[in-house]
Structures are given as structure tokens and as C-alpha cells.
């Protein structure tokens, strides 16, 4: 059997790209210096698998760990065992995939 193409993809599971596109932007937030009407634009002319890609990054985080900060808390636990105030506060600035890349990277040595 061929690979489904990312628009087959779309289709088949949620409908529309228009559809995907407003679930996706359910839990992104626009960012301070951009118009909402922009952003929202910017997301909806987004790649199906973009925006595919967007939507598993988000359900894996709420099936594993509920909420951003209780990834970063997990990150910065396994990065500095005492924990890290100053790291954590960055790596919140992260996009979802980034830290969910930092969580899954091997840590040779804990920092104390």
C-alpha cells in the first residue's frame, strides 16, 4: 500500500484543512507583537504537515505530562537535580517540539 500524502492525511482524520488548522490554533497563542487576525491567518496557510506535526507535539505533551510547566519542571529536574530557576525560565520560552526534544536527549551527568 502507498504512503497517504500529508493531505490525504488531513482529509481522512480531521475533515478539512480548515479544521485542523482551528485545532491547532486552540492551543497555540499569538504572540505579543503580532496582530491576532495575522496570526491566525499565518497558521491557516500553514503546510499540512506543519500543521500535523503541531497537533501530535501538543497531544503527546497532554497525554504525558498535562501541561508545559510540568515538562519544563521534568526537563530542568533532569538537567540539575536541585532544580534551576534560571534554565527553567528559559526553556519555558521553547516551543512544544523543542522541549520535547530536550526531554527525550540523554543526560550523560546530572549538574549539581
Known sequence: MAKKSPLQKVNEIHGSKEKLAK???AFL?????????HFENRIS???????LRLLAANETLISK????EALVDVITK???SG???DYAKKIATFSTSKLLDLE?????????
Not at 505530562?65 to 508545559?68: E, G, L
Not at 527525550?104 to 549539581?112: D, H, I, S
Open 83 to 85: 532544580g534551576n530557576a
Open 65 to 68: 505530562w498535562k501541561t508545559r
Open 78 to 80: 533532569k538537567h540539575f
Open 45 to 51: 496557510v500553514m503546510s499540512n504537515i506543519k500543521l
Open 23 to 25: 485545532k491547532v490554533l
Open 104 to 112: 527525550r536527549k540523554k543526560v550523560k551527568a546530572v549538574k549539581k
Open 29 to 37: 497563542t499569538c504572540p505579543e507583537n503580532e496582530e491576532k487576525e
